[in-house]
């Protein structure tokens, strides 16, 4: 039985399929965006190495665009261009697309926020970083204590609005999310988060 977090939306992760998986079965109704930095890596093994400054370049212009449809635009243009002369990273990218473009879905202001997973990144890191150097913890109490310090402290920043502040969230709500037997809207977002 799925166990969906009320009012998760979307999550942005790189396609590992164990990460896609766990997103469709514990998170119904979230749209699930792919990663462009990883998706960029992998991209860059199946373009000839000559390619890759090119091939960087076009991926980037999809998302300098102002708007969805320039973005849908600018991808045709990107598949067009590398149709005939390396076809398979046409198809690496038209099997992408739909995973690539999810952030379209979602308000211009949170764009960058979004398309990309490097946000959690950090987090990941300094919890390595304060957890590495003592190995085994004596209780889970413990490592409870440690990485809920590190998760505070990105808490705090975030509702500062240094990414993503709750004015930003609030506004980015456009749809009624539908759980259990309530609906949750945006007017109730500061109260989740509380």
Known sequence: MARGLPGVRLVTTD???????????????AAWQRC????AFNLMGVTPKGMWPAGMA??????????????YAQFDRLLDCVDQKLPEVH???DRARADL???????????????SNSPTEGPNKEI?????????????????RVVGAVLAEQ?????EGRYLG???????????VPTNDTEIGAEDLPALTA
């Open 101 to 115: 473009l999810s952030f379209t879905g979602f308000p211009k202001e949170i764009w960058t926020q979004i398309w």
């Open 58 to 71: 076009m991926l980037h212009s999809v998302y300098d665009q102002p708007d969805t449809a320039a973005v």
């Open 15 to 29: 396609a590992h399929r164990g990460l896609v998986e766990a997103v469709a079965a514990n998170l119904p109704g």
């Open 128 to 144: 390595r970083r304060r957890t590495d150097p003592v190995g085994i913890f004596p209780t889970r109490e413990a490592i409870v």
């Open 155 to 159: 808490t705090d920043e975030w509702a």
């Open 91 to 93: 198809d690496h990218l």
């Open 36 to 39: 462009r930095t990883h998706y």
């Open 166 to 176: 709750l004015e930003v969230l609030t506004r980015s709500r456009v749809n009624i």
